[in-house]
């Protein structure tokens, strides 16, 4: 769980850079920060939705 809310953190990050350094809408680097938000933030998803998952089996 604990990883999980690292990756929600470096996705908020990722989003903060995306908007402060990019120049545009559509510039290179900020389209890079905004993929690597979405991964952080689908793993943090995945991580969260495991833990619950084998919490309930036990």
């Not at 953190?9 to 890079?32: N, P």
Request: charged share 15%.
């Amino acid at each position: 769980m604990g990883m999980a809310i690292i990756y929600f953190a470096m996705g908020i990050g990722f989003i903060y850079l995306a908007i402060h350094y990019g120049d545009s809408t559509w510039d290179l680097t900020s389209l890079i920060f905004a993929v690597v938000a979405t991964l952080d933030f689908g793993v943090g998803f995945k991580m969260i939705s495991d833990h619950f998952r084998s919490k309930n089996k036990k």
